[in-house]
């Protein structure tokens, strides 16, 4: 068994510290102590007890509540009071320096709780160790000085969540989705050096790879780029490529037909397209940004976005020869061939490529190869996207999202013009619906309560992205000039602010949501699978969208509601809950709540039900959602994946199937590598040969709209333990 001490590092738990400390407040008095020798051994027990059936390891805070709890339920008044004076005491010791143990706890590799913050980080690196320090700095500065007391009390007590605290301090945003095409078409700056509109597509390859890397190192989201923005190079290759093949063949002296010399430019053009796509590939998922990660990028492929039949023609190969790559995986550090986590892959399905007469039915096929393989591309319906993102033309929209789910709201500029590229988010504030459940509910079941206190944490929310929002404004494009200045967001002038993209809808603000389920069974007493159930959490959704207009309409900001895609902060809500409302069957009686209205991980429903039923919830999120089924390996029944991709082009909008790719540096094991409780904690274990140390082996899943390539926190990981296929 496991506790979290307050730096956040990880000891075995021992009863006779219990022990002592109770013993030592017991004592502290001039007249007979009030617990015997025997009720302190039986208040260590029940405290044991507890702490090995709760199934995660408990924080030193949570094991002192457990404590006083139990010290008062013997009678003993006056030792609790003097217990509680010692905590104070000991806690006003610490104050002053909780953050500086935060950091030396990080910098000594042992602070359990940001090792499993983010799957996609490993905290033994100098860099990342950076980030994390500069974080807890941030983090600091943003609790005592930059946040009102109230937000942040509601933040530590999980009944907000207020993302990324530990870039606040700074004037930073969200999520991008860059406008390749115009620092492409039109040149760019990079560390202040020109970059014009280059000559080949490799080249194009390159730019693009550096613009990304540039991009991430400032701000701390997601970003996506489209594939569409890249193909226009493929044709001026090409007119290169045969220029000098003509040239060649007049100094040899060689002769050809008009189709062998066509051949062979096609031939050449393919292999610079294969070089193209390996720079993307590699240079992303070897680059180190400024917070040392992988950039969090998404790859957008539509056909239909390109603007002629040639482009459309080249886009195609492109998107072959992408997919190609990502089937056969990157090398891991023993050469071994793995799923690599970025770049994130969208395909988008339309009508010429989802039915098998279709002239680009051979590249659904293909991704649907690779979703077998690597667990990407994710899929977004054209059909369902233009019936719900209608601009204020009246025209319905297919765009990428800025990142795994974030999406801008429809927007058409001053020119009439629809607009997506170049636009961002400001950031995201969630909401635990499951507490406002438990809080309206905490007597009885009490639906009238819940829409009370739901209004009133709504205003807590909106308040908190005020904040966010107040933040930026005032910032100078001098931030960040990749972003503001030269293209990937905007081309304003030095020492311009950024205060006109913050209002009108250029950007968007998140009003996060968790816990849907949860909350839904709280208060109603069913499941979102039955009828009563998914029209109460249907109520709720359209609550919260109506919240979000009414903010919108007041302040001529995009407010828009967004399916958080918890990962660590599902297990820490989860705690929270667990700590104030104790464990309620259903509700609060795991390591974490559901991801925003996602089907509970342990419901027995088939993908199809699944899909249907999250597409109605699905469509009231407009600033952000994704569903997923979770399948088997279905390598060897790609007709049946095929199936499921069918079924999202004419019932959701945007949708991903889970598969399993995972590899034992141990054995060489490539399956599904299991995971085992292992003295009170979950672990992650080779079935083949016991293999349990996660240094020496490659796992990866989807938790959160990405995937994940190092490891998770107990509550994500009991959450992908307990998943059912619905395949």
């Not at 027990?45 to 404590?67: C, H, K, M």
């Not at 066509?262 to 590699?282: F, L, P, S």
């Not at 089937?327 to 399905?349: C, H, Q, R, S």
């Not at 393989?373 to 765009?399: A, F, H, T």
Request: glycine share 6%; aromatic share 8%; hydrophobic share 35%.
């Amino acid at each position: 068994m496991k506790i979290i001490k307050r730096n956040g590092s990880e000891e075995t738990f021992d009863r006779q510290k219990i022990k002592n400390a109770i013993a030592k407040a017991n004592n502290e008095t001039d007249g007979k102590p009030e617990l015997t020798d025997r009720q302190i051994d039986y208040i260590s027990l029940v405290i044991e007890d507890y702490i090995n059936e709760i199934g995660r390891a408990l924080t030193v805070e949570e094991v002192q509540e457990l404590v006083e709890t139990h010290i008062i339920m013997q009678g003993a008044a006056e030792t609790a009071k003097r217990y509680i004076r010692y905590r104070f005491t000991r806690n006003l010791a610490r104050v002053a320096n909780t953050t500086d143990n935060q950091i030396l706890s990080l910098i000594e590799c042992n602070n359990e709780e940001v090792k499993q913050e983010n799957s996609n980080k490993n905290p033994t690196v100098n860099s990342v160790q950076r980030d994390y320090m500069a974080g807890e700095v941030s983090k600091d500065l943003t609790k005592r000085i930059l946040l009102p007391a109230d937000i942040v009390k509601a933040h530590e007590e999980g009944i907000i969540h207020f993302h990324d605290a530990d870039y606040f301090a700074q004037h930073m945003h969200n999520c991008d989705l860059v406008n390749l095409e115009d620092m492409l078409q039109n040149g760019t700056v990079i560390s202040d050096t020109m970059i014009e509109k280059p000559h080949s597509f490799s080249t194009a390859c390159n730019i693009a790879t550096q613009i990304i890397a540039q991009v991430a190192s400032n701000q701390y989201g997601g970003q996506s780029i489209s594939l569409t923005h890249l193909a226009p190079f493929v044709q001026i290759s090409r007119e290169k490529i045969r220029k000098q093949l003509a040239e060649e063949m007049q100094d040899f002296h060689i002769a050809a037909t008009p189709e062998q010399v066509d051949a062979m430019v096609e031939k050449r053009v393919r292999e610079e397209i294969k070089r193209g796509v390996q720079t993307i590939q590699y240079q992303v998922v070897t680059l180190l940004t400024t917070n040392g990660q992988a950039p969090f990028v998404t790859v957008f492929m539509y056909l239909n976005e390109a603007k002629n039949e040639q482009e459309k023609h080249d886009l195609a190969i492109i998107i072959e020869e992408v997919l190609r790559q990502r089937i056969i995986g990157t090398k891991n550090e023993v050469g071994v061939w793995v799923t690599p986590a970025f770049p994130k892959l969208i395909y988008v399905l339309e009508e010429d490529n989802i039915r098998e007469d279709t002239p680009y039915w051979y590249l659904t096929e293909l991704a649907a190869k690779c979703t077998a393989k690597r667990m990407v591309p994710d899929y977004i319906s054209e059909k369902i996207m233009l019936q719900l993102k209608i601009d204020d033309n009246g025209n319905g929209n297919c765009y990428t999202c800025m990142g795994c789910r974030s999406f801008l709201t429809p927007y058409v500029d001053e020119n009439g013009k629809p607009k997506y590229y170049g636009r961002f988010n400001q950031g995201v504030v969630t909401i635990n619906l499951v507490d406002v459940a438990c809080t309206a509910c905490r007597e009885h079941k009490d639906e009238a309560k819940f829409w009370e206190i739901l209004d009133e944490r709504l205003e807590l929310c909106h308040r908190a992205l005020q904040c966010r929002h107040n933040r930026l404004e005032g910032t100078l494009s001098d931030a960040a000039p990749i972003l503001w200045q030269y293209g990937a967001l905007a081309r304003l002038k030095k020492g311009e602010t950024i205060d006109k993209l913050l209002h009108g809808g250029y950007s968007t603000i998140s009003l996060g949501y968790a816990g849907l389920w949860e909350c839904v069974y709280e208060v109603t007493g069913k499941k979102l699978t039955e009828p009563a159930g998914e029209e109460f959490g249907l109520r709720v959704m359209q609550k919260l969208n109506d919240a979000c207009m009414k903010w919108r309409k007041a302040e001529n900001i995009h407010y828009s509601l967004y399916g958080t895609p918890l990962e660590s902060t599902t297990y820490k809500f989860a705690k929270c809950l667990q700590q104030r409302f104790g464990v309620i069957p259903g509700v609060t009686d795991r390591n974490y709540i559901t991801n925003s209205y996602h089907v509970h991980v342990t419901e027995q429903i088939d993908a199809f039900q699944k899909l249907a039923l999250e597409s109605k919830f699905q469509a009231l999120s407009p600033g952000g959602a994704i569903s997923y089924v979770e399948v088997p390996n279905m390598q060897q029944n790609i007709p049946a994946v095929l199936e499921v991709i069918k079924f999202i082009y004419d019932n959701i909008m945007y949708a991903e199937l889970n598969t399993k790719s995972d590899y034992c540096q141990v054995c060489g094991y490539d399956g599904e590598i299991q995971i085992a409780e292992e003295d009170g904690k979950l672990v992650w274990v080779c079935p083949n040969c016991g293999n349990h140390d996660q240094s020496k082996m490659n796992v990866a899943r989807r938790t959160c709209g990405y995937i994940g390539s190092q490891f998770w926190n107990q509550g994500r990981t009991q959450e992908i333990k307990e998943r059912v296929l619905h395949l």
